[in-house]
C-alpha cells in the first residue's frame, strides 16, 4: 500500500503561480514514477504531467506546456507541480498518482496506468 499526501492548492487570479506537491509513503526504498492529473467540474479526469522514476525523463499536455514545471525529490518520493500563468481554465482538482506495478511504457498518460492516488488539492483561477 502507498499513501499519497498532496498539498498547495487554492484560488489565485489569472497570471498568478502555484505549487503542488505529493509525497508518497509507504514503500520504505521505492521510487516510483509519479504523475498529476486534474478534474474539472462535470469533466473527466485528464493528465497534466508525469515524471520518470529516474527524474531524468518528464512529460506534460499541450494544455500545460510552457507553463507547468514537474519535478522530484527522488530521496523522499517527492513530486513537485509548478504552475505559472495560471488561466481559469486550468481550475480544477488536482491528483497526484503513482506507478508502483510497473505501468507500461512511457510517457505514462492514462489514468489506468496509476496504482494509487491522493485525495485531491482544489485550484481556483479567477478572471
Known amino acids: 500500500q502507498v499513501q499519497l499526501v498532496e498539498a498547495g492548492g487554492g484560488s489565485v487570479q489569472a497570471g498568478d503561480s502555484l505549487r503542488l506537491s505529493c509525497t508518497a509513503s509507504g514503500r520504505p526504498g521505492g521510487r516510483f514514477t509519479m504523475g498529476w492529473f486534474r478534474q474539472a467540474p462535470g469533466k473527466g479526469r485528464e493528465f497534466v504531467a508525469a515524471?520518470?522514476?529516474?527524474?531524468?525523463?518528464?512529460h506534460y499536455s499541450d494544455s500545460v506546456k510552457g507553463r507547468f514545471t514537474i519535478s522530484r525529490n527522488g530521496a523522499e518520493n517527492t513530486v513537485f507541480l509548478q504552475m505559472n500563468s495560471l488561466k481559469p481554465e486550468d481550475t480544477a482538482v488536482y491528483y497526484c498518482g503513482v506507478v508502483v506495478w510497473g505501468g507500461g511504457s512511457w510517457p505514462l498518460t492514462r489514468e489506468n496506468q496509476y496504482d494509487y492516488w491522493g485525495q485531491g488539492t482544489q485550484v481556483t483561477v479567477s478572471s
Open positions: 515524471i520518470f522514476w529516474t527524474g531524468d525523463q518528464m
